[in-house]
């Protein structure tokens, strides 16, 4: 059961395409830290590779390839493959939302001579990790005339950073004796923004400064901030981490990691594949995938019909028979073992960086509650066609039994009869502000993915 860190078989080539790589997945990471700037990121690469938005009517043969956009925070892409679609899809699924700090619809305020904006979070976080840290500002307001306005502010050098305040350690005596989720109350997480006053103002002197700034470059009032969406997430770019730089730090590689390279390896497949290959990206898994943009929602199934319909097989039994025949990845992290904490591991079912992909054949919580369980003969198909190309791979659950547990998005494409198991990457500070992922490990995961998608 042994296997070796990847990092041990690469030679001086393939340690020039896991830098390739690596480099393309950085500037991903660091520019796309919001679903909606992921999509913008993930187009581009689609149109550079020869992708095409999904238009009705449209008639798709092999070697097509086509997508589909929800909303602006899903985005679904296939090349049509040599068998029918009802023989099946290979499907690669992650999710590009990630743990974050959302404004309020009325988040404004002025207290003590400070503005500050209120903030719900969003996602499992320990609060106590957002705190004294650069934040950034990204999303969008609609005017009532229907004006749309992007917001992006804290990652341009010349931009200002904002950010949440604690309290000076020499006045914590109160503070340090809570236990750490209360610590820092959700209420408290209320972002810094301005403390200069307006000359002239009668009252909310610092809020009408603010105020005036945002009219003036944005064009939006007070009141439109009822309809924004605007998140809160971290600022600066994604870097090396550890002296041999063998490791990116970063956030949101839970799940942009698995992303990235699902959506690389639809863009860099050899020719046609025997079967489509699907690569989508969902939003709202951090929040049980529901919506109308999560993977609950009915679009993914939508595009099955559209794609079913453009190639010929317009038929609620070739609908069936394409989901009875499908083989998924859900393409998500997995908790890589720390040496700061063994105590909340099973050290042999475990992940561990630089070892490759991770297969979690079930996840959930206390006994597998709400998870999916991957079918045995799936797993040794993997297996094999992973063997076969010399991918390194892994096994791991999340943590030991009774510690806590997780979930991704299988167990929702399992309930249509998929045969799907979760792989993908294994992370260290899951879900806190800067994450940690090992190069190798997202180099193993793209190849793993590409295979899977090529296999016959």
Known sequence: MYRKNAWEKYDENELKNVEELVSGYKAFISKGKTEREAVKLSLTLLKEHGFKEYEEGMNLKAGDKVYFINRGKNVCAYVIGKEKVSKGIRILGAHIDSPRLDLKQNPLYEDSGFVLLDTHYYGGVKKYQWVTIPLALYGVVYTKDGNKVDISIGDDPNDPIVGIS????????????????????????????????????????????ILGLLKEKYGIEEEDFVSSEIEVVPAGPARDYGLDRSMIAGYGHDDRSCAYTSLRAILDLNGTPEFTACTILVDKEEIGSVGATGAQSKFFGNTIHDVLEATGEATNKAFRNCLDNSKMLS????????????????AKNSCYLGEGIVFNKYTGRAGKGGCNDANP??????????????????????????QGGGGTIAYILGNMNMNVIDAGIAVLNMHAPMEIVSKADVYEAYRAYKVFLEAK
């Open 377 to 402: 003969d799936y797993i040794a198909w993997l297996r094999k066609i992973l063997d076969d190309e010399n991918v390194n791979f892994q096994t791991a659950e999340l943590g030991k039994v009774d």
């Open 166 to 209: 604690d309290l000076l350690i020499h006045l914590s005596g109160d503070q340090l004796t809570q236990p750490a989720h209360k610590v820092i109350p959700g209420e408290s997480l209320d972002v810094t923004v301005g403390n200069r006053p307006l000359k002239g103002a009668e009252k909310d002197k610092v809020k009408s400064y």
């Open 331 to 346: 393409s998500d992290v997995s908790a890589g073992f720390d040496p700061l904490f063994k105590g909340v591991n099973e």
